[in-house]
């Protein structure tokens, strides 16, 4: 009887099974080898339902049989199973064998859900008058079965056996009407996806011990093929070449030959990823790492990249207060390099955002900015000497221009560090130059089979990704950002699609289009977001790459937890993603791609864009109301975008000022141009216009700092306009001193002296001493210049003597060693000496290194010219050990050729050749041309002497090349002179004399007296 029932079911659903698999079942044809696999079981009973078929007339049983089963059938078809086995009221269906699938657990259990859907759908039985419901109870299992071919040649049966299937049945067996009930294994391969309740125990007959069972009650979430790909990056494809040249390079920079590369591409190409792929590298783990992201809208703010670096040796906090910050770096500089402590004020400076009036700024030499990023470079060297330092810079093409000089500077001399410097930038965007000598990687899209691949692994669901690979391949053209945002919009399409057309791919996709710009892309993946996400994502655009959150939500208005639940909502959307930040940081966001926030950025309304900068410029005053200084830059920024003008002069010209004592010049142009714009487009009052006078004349300051002469000429004029309008003395002094200076940078002395004249006339009327002191002092100094040596005299004793009275130490010392200029002037050597000498003891009570080095150079050189040579060894000598006190190997290097010019005039020919190596040394290092240069002509002078005449006119020749090419007219003509001379030595009058006059043509062009009267007089002799 009930065979017999069992293959009516058989027949009737046979149009519902696949061929393939009807076949086997019923004929036992084909043939498949046995094997054992990872088989997914599943095991469905229908309750009651044969003894309900039996109250039935057949034709309507026949009925019903259709509506149950033959759903069930196309149900695991549709997952990719087949049924193996009918049994009474139920059947048995297999995933995994014979055609697997990576999901088979997940694909049975998805199925196992939809029939018992399906059934209670159609399980309503109608007998006479009552409805009797059938329900199913199904049991799934994963495990290891063996499956094959089981029979004699005529009748053969495909079958799965194993511990496995007898579990399952077991399983149904014990699962209550309307349940599923999963074993151990099923339950570990798919919880992530379903909803299953807690376990419990079971006895199970024909096991010893009890098992442990789930029931499985519903899928998650519709996230099927995709990986959670959360916080977690694509497989890495390719870059093998690029890779091995980066580790090399590690390599090298651990052996302490310091490395510079470059890593260049496009948007998205993979150079962030390149670099965190190297920082896998096991011998990282013996580095510092300090790495820095510059943004766009940082581009102005002065040393924005190097501060960042030099905060975190120091370790210090944003809300440490200045006194806190002093005590970190001097307690840091101890440890790292205690030779450096003179320097800590600069690094103070540096990081404490001190801001300067003008006049202050001018005092400042030039030598002193040098000095400033010399103490930078030399800490950095120390500290690498304590643990190699790997230094990354991302996306240079935003760096602001101080750190870049700084990194273009350190390159030379980090080849003897190690030191690993890796910086990238876009391709598209680069401004500057590479840094010289760098490693350049130009990276390439990735090639097709690589592409291919990376689809392959982000698209899990093969049939997704059969049907758009070519489209993805031919649109993405390698670029991994690309294929990843592609990916993601199919993603996207497909959460988004109707829940009936689930799982038919074909349909979903064949119309679906895919932007062909990353841009695009993107923005469709933003205009995806509900509005109110959007509107947050928007909003947190204005505020740059980084959002934190305490500024963010006083824009937004928003409840803390309310926001940060919209941030957690667009981190899942993966455009934004929390950052670990340090422990002194407030917790804060950025977007996790430059792109996104220029999308949306640019996709907002002007009007809403001012408004937006308006309110994060007034949270910020707010929130840094004590240290407003340090967030000069950023409210610059926010200002200028705002409605709001007056704040927005008043930021960009605080920038400015914030930039000058740092030396940022370049920056504070900028600065105070925009400032001026903006002002200039307002209605002028006195306040304005006083304002445009000073900042006028703080730009031409800066101007000519760089070298701009016509534009400082044309701004100092233009200060002085406004300052006349509004009668403010003080300032129109100031700017007359200031046109003094620049006519005096460019030789017009006269001129120069003339509005020195007048702004003395004004800072008289005013009282202001020390401008006083300080404008004589340059009156001074341009006399002795034009030759006028007793004017001078008379001008700088003025001074000298005012300084005491008013103690104006700093202008001191300036009048001090220009008096020793005079002394040098008129040939006073002994008198000279005095004065640096009282120089240099202030200097030294003063800790002032620069003054320091400079004056005991002067007394090497005055000592010299007195032949003492044991003193001026002894100063050069000393100024050496300054020069590497403050890592300025420029310096050392020129002391180092004077010390064997002096030994060379005492005939001591091993020192000179030692000094000689050693200076050709640092020269080599630098790259210097001119210093080489040095090194030849002392080279060829020493072979002059010990009568290597054929050497010795290799090396004057050599030097000669050099110094012309870079104009160097005073050495090129006393080399001419030395050589001139080595020929007339050896009698060779023709050539001497050529060598001679031509010496004498060109120094006589420059005016430089010092060799004239001896090349007279071998002329004439010859
Ligand atoms: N070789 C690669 N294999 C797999 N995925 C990659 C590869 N290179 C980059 N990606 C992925 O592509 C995305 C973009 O890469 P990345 O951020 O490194 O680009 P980028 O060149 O730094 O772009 P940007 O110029 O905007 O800074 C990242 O999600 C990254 O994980
Ligand atoms: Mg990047």
Not at 72 to 91: E, M, P
Not at 103 to 110: G, H, K, L, S, V
Not at 491 to 510: A, P
């Amino acid at each position: 009887m009930k065979e017999k029932k069992q293959n009516k079911i058989l027949e009737l659903y046979k149009p519902y099974v696949p061929e393939a698999v009807t076949s086997r079942i019923s004929e036992g044809k084909g043939s498949l080898p046995s094997e054992r696999s990872e088989t997914t079981i599943i095991f469905i009973d229908i309750r009651g339902f044969t003894k309900l078929a039996d109250q039935l007339d057949p034709e309507k049983a026949t009925e019903i049989i259709n509506n149950l089963f033959a759903p069930i059938v196309g149900i695991i078809d549709k997952y990719g199973g087949s049924i193996n086995k009918f049994l009474g009221d139920g059947l048995m269906a297999i995933f995994g064998t014979p055609f697997s699938h990576e999901d088979d657990p997940e694909r049975a259990a998805r199925a196992s859900l939809e029939i018992m859907k399906s059934i209670e759908e159609n399980g309503k039985i109608k007998i006479g008058n009552k409805v009797k419901s059938v329900k199913a109870s199904i049991g799934i299992n994963t495990g290891l079965c063996i499956s094959g071919e089981i029979g004699s040649d005529s009748r053969k049966e495909f079958t799965v056996i194993g511990d496995t299937v007898n579990l399952t049945s077991r399983l149904q067996a014990n699962a209550a009407p309307g349940k599923i009930l999963i074993g151990e294994n099923t339950f570990y391969r798919i919880k992530g996806n379903f909803t299953i309740s807690p376990p419990h125990k079971l006895k199970v007959k024909g096991k010893r011990d009890l098992v442990t069972v789930y029931t499985l009650k519903s899928e998650k979430k519709k996230i099927s093929f995709f990986e959670q790909k959360k916080n977690s990056h694509s497989p890495f494809m390719g870059r093998k070449k690029e890779l091995k040249v980066l580790k090399e390079a590690l390599k090298k920079s651990y052996q302490s030959k310091g490395q510079v590369i470059e890593i260049s591409g496009e948007l998205g190409i993979g150079k962030s990823r390149l670099i965190l792929e190297i920082t896998k590298d096991s011998l990282i783990k013996e580095f510092n790492i300090l790495s820095r992201n510059c943004s766009s809208w940082e581009e102005s703010k002065p040393y924005a990249t190097l501060k960042e670096i030099f905060t975190k040796i120091f370790g210090i906090k944003f809300d440490d207060n200045l006194r806190e910050i002093d005590r970190k770096i001097e307690n840091k500089i101890k440890e790292i390099d205690s030779s450096l402590l003179f320097a800590s004020s600069y690094f103070s400076r540096l990081l404490s955002s001190k801001i300067k009036s003008l006049e202050e700024i001018m005092e400042q030499s030039k030598e002193e900015s040098n000095l400033f990023i010399r103490v930078m470079k030399k800490l950095l060297w120390s500290f690498s000497s304590q643990r190699p330092l790997l230094m990354i810079f991302e996306d240079v093409q935003w760096i602001d221009n101080a750190s870049a000089e700084f990194l273009i500077q350190c390159h030379k001399e980090l080849k003897e560090y190690p030191i690993m410097l890796i910086y990238s930038l876009r391709e598209s965007l680069k401004k500057r130059d590479s840094i010289a000598g760098s490693k350049r990687i130009k990276l390439l899209p990735l090639v097709n089979n690589e592409s291919d691949k990376l689809i392959r692994l982000l698209i899990k669901e093969n049939d997704i990704y059969q049907l758009m690979k070519d489209r993805i391949i031919s649109t993405a053209n390698g670029n991994p950002l690309f294929i990843e945002e592609i990916v993601r919009g199919i993603k996207e399409k497909r959460l988004s699609v109707d829940k009936e057309k689930q799982g038919n791919n074909t349909e979903i996709f064949v119309d679906f289009q895919i932007p062909d710009t990353v841009q695009s892309i993107a923005r469709a993946r933003i205009d995806l977001l509900p509005v109110g996400l959007k509107e947050i994502l928007y909003q947190a655009s204005v505020l740059g790459r980084y959002i934190e959150i305490n500024l963010f939500q006083r824009i937004t208005n928003l409840q803390n937890k309310v926001l940060l639940d919209f941030l957690k909502k667009l981190q899942k959307y993966e455009f934004i993603e929390e950052i670990k930040p340090a422990p002194q940081l407030q917790r804060y966001f950025a977007f996790t791609h430059s792109l996104i926030q220029e999308i949306a950025y640019n996709s907002l309304l002007f009007k809403t864009r001012r408004s937006l900068h308006t309110k994060i410029g007034a949270a910020m005053e707010k929130m840094y109301l004590s240290k407003i200084d340090a967030k000069a830059e950023e409210l610059a920024y926010h200002f200028k975008n705002s409605d709001d003008k007056e704040k927005a002069v008043f930021y960009l010209n605080k920038a400015g000022d914030k930039a000058q004592p740092l030396y940022a010049f370049k920056n504070a142009i900028n600065y105070y141009l925009d400032s001026i714009k903006i002002l200039e487009s307002t209605k002028l009052e006195k306040k304005q216009l006083a304002q445009l006078s000073e900042i006028y004349n703080k730009l031409a300051f800066s101007q000519s700092v760089v070298g701009e002469r016509k534009e400082t000429e044309i701004n100092l004029t233009k200060a002085l306009e406004y300052c006349r309008k509004t009668k403010g003395k003080d300032n129109e002094s100031l700017i007359l001193m200031n046109m003094g200076n620049l006519y005096g940078d460019m030789g017009q002395w006269d001129r120069a002296i003339k509005y020195f004249k007048n702004s003395l006339l004004i800072t008289k009327e005013l009282n202001n001493l020390k401008r006083k002191a300080r404008i004589i002092n340059n009156i001074g100094l341009i006399n002795l210049f034009k030759g006028d040596t007793s004017s001078g005299y008379i001008n700088l004793k003025e001074s000298l003597t005012l300084c005491e009275t008013i103690k104006a130490e700093e202008i001191y010392i300036m009048a001090l060693n220009n008096m020793g200029i005079y002394y040098d002037m008129v040939g006073e050597w002994r008198k000279a000496l005095d004065i640096y000498k009282r120089s240099l003891s202030i200097s030294e009570k003063n800790n002032n290194i620069i003054e320091i080095s400079n004056t005991m150079g002067n007394l090497g050189f005055a000592y010299s010219s007195l032949n003492e040579s044991e003193q001026a060894i002894y100063y050069f000598k000393e100024s050496i050990i300054l020069s590497e006190k403050i890592g300025d190997i420029y310096n050392k290097g020129i002391n180092l050729i004077h010390l064997g010019e002096e030994y060379l005039k005492k005939d001591n020919f091993t020192k000179t050749k030692y000094y000689i190596t050693k200076a050709e040394e640092i020269f080599k290092i630098l790259e210097d041309k001119l210093g080489l240069a040095d090194v030849y002509r002392l080279k060829a002078k020493l072979f002059k002497k010990l009568e290597r005449w054929k050497d010795s006119e290799i090396f004057f020749k050599n030097a000669i090349k050099v110094y012309s090419k870079f104009g160097d007219r005073i050495n090129e003509g006393e080399s001419y002179y030395e050589w001139g001379d080595m020929l007339f030595i050896r009698k060779n009058k023709d050539l001497a004399k050529g060598k001679l006059l031509k010496s004498k043509k060109i120094l006589e062009s420059i005016g430089a007296k010092k060799y004239l009267g001896e090349i007279e007089e071998k002329l004439d002799n010859l």
